[in-house]
């Protein structure tokens, strides 16, 4: 299944008592400090910076609508064709109008005894309680879960190696060190540039013990500006066109060193749906804290070159597939083989229209493919030309990247079309 379209992960759900149960006031924690906690979470979290927050709508209460364009074609104009014909082969674009489903939810059931009987004091205390638990559980919970959603959807997985930053490499690894990160961040974020990602918006998520390595880096022993102040919580320098932001190892996702985003490459939905305070309930001494909270992450159709992974030797995504035209019994199939760094693909996804097999499309893309057999999955025998897209998947590990290819009916090829070139669709 896409990973954007994958189960929930994590959250909870919990068992409300019956209105009848409760007595009482109730203080509406939202209604009365919703900018206050909405504030909370800007302050707190790692990721807001680089997230998404706005540019989407909501369809009903659990859905966001995204809208993009499709890709244009450009023809060589033929002064040897006949009238008519000059202008090359008509291509029709294909907009997307993509519903992503919200799959995460979080509730918060909590009550401490000794009930004050000044119903002001007990509200700020109730208030206190809240907002720890939003900093201690769920802005951590929200920035581990954007971090590998986005790692997942990224466009193009990278591995350093002796000779620097490789896309898609299945070569020898090299680890992150002092000597060489400078030069991989930039090698990363001109690689964006290849890509033609907007400049503005960039942030590049690294482990606080690779942060070290950065910060030691002999590039940057005279740098002025060692330490960003304010703006970005995290921020540790800005390094050409990318914003540093340092975050715990803990919530780096596994198989990622260090993630490479702009902020447009995402929808990043978010609401703090309820929280109330029930200050008399029956069968409790003290008074009882209710909330529920909503969120998801996703990358979009069309704008995953504007995520990037780098692994290392001791981190890497698994395997982007390699594309072989089968022989003898599967002539005229694709033969597609994840199986690099000395592991095997669960399973590989991919598309034969030209469409992003990380996200399904409301019926305009087919995901075919699944579970890989020793790191393999062949195609159906496929009748025309078309362009193949597709990736892998590991547990433990990020998804791959997304391999690009085009394959000729007629000459029964593949030919891997490189990763900063976009596929029509």
Avoid at 113 to 123: I, R, V
Avoid at 181 to 187: F, K, T
Wanted: glycine fraction near 8%; charged fraction near 20%; charge should be neutral.
């Amino acid at each position: 299944m896409p990973i954007n379209h994958g189960a929930a992960i994590g959250g909870s759900a919990s068992s409300l008592r019956s209105a009848a149960a409760y007595t009482g006031a109730v203080y509406n924690l939202n209604e009365r400090y919703e900018k206050k906690l909405d504030e909370r979470f800007k302050t707190k979290s790692y990721t807001d910076a680089g997230a998404n927050l706005n540019n989407f709508s909501w369809v009903g209460a659990n859905a966001i609508q995204v809208e993009t364009e499709g890709v244009g074609n450009i023809n060589a104009y033929d002064f040897g064709a006949s009238l008519g014909s000059r202008m090359g082969t008509m291509h029709e674009i294909s907009d997307q109008r993509n519903i992503y489903q919200l799959k995460q939810f979080f509730s918060i059931r909590e009550t401490y005894e000794k009930l004050y009987s000044d119903d002001k004091q007990n509200e700020r205390k109730i208030q206190r309680i809240l907002k720890g638990i939003l900093d201690d559980k769920l802005v951590p919970a929200i920035d581990r879960y954007r971090l590998k959603t986005w790692a997942d959807g990224a466009g193009t997985t990278t591995v350093v190696t002796s000779s620097g930053l490789i896309v898609n490499s299945t070569g020898t690894p090299a680890a992150i060190s002092t000597s060489n990160i400078v030069r991989i961040l930039l090698q990363a974020s001109a690689m964006l540039d290849n890509m033609r990602v907007p400049m503005e918006g960039r942030m590049a998520y690294i482990g606080i013990t690779d942060a070290v390595e950065m910060q030691l880096a002999s590039e940057l022993q005279y740098s002025p500006q060692m330490i960003q102040k304010g703006a970005v919580m995290g921020e540790i320098r800005q390094l050409g066109r990318v914003k540093v932001i340092a975050v715990p190892d803990s919530i780096m996702p596994a198989g990622c060193k260090v993630l490479l985003k702009w902020k447009g490459a995402s929808a990043d939905p978010r609401k703090l749906s309820w929280s109330q305070v029930y200050p008399h309930v029956e069968g409790y001494s003290g008074p009882v804290l209710n909330g529920l909270y909503r969120y998801d992450s996703f990358i979009l159709a069309q704008k995953a070159n504007g995520v990037l992974v780098i692994g290392d030797s001791n981190a890497k995504a698994q395997a982007t597939p390699t594309l072989t035209v089968g022989t003898s019994g599967d002539a005229g199939k694709v033969i597609l083989t994840s199986t690099a760094f000395s592991t095997n693909a669960d399973s590989i996804y991919y598309t034969i229209d030209g469409h992003n097999p990380k996200v399904v499309d409301n019926g305009t893309s087919v995901v075919l493919g699944g579970t890989a057999t020793s790191g393999v999955v062949k195609t159906d025998v496929l009748s025309a030309d078309c362009y193949i897209q597709a990736y892998a998947t590991k547990s433990g590990r990020v998804a791959s990247g997304i391999a690009k290819y085009f394959f000729d009916y007629t000459n029964q090829t593949v030919t891997a079309l490189p990763y900063d070139e976009e596929v029509p669709i």
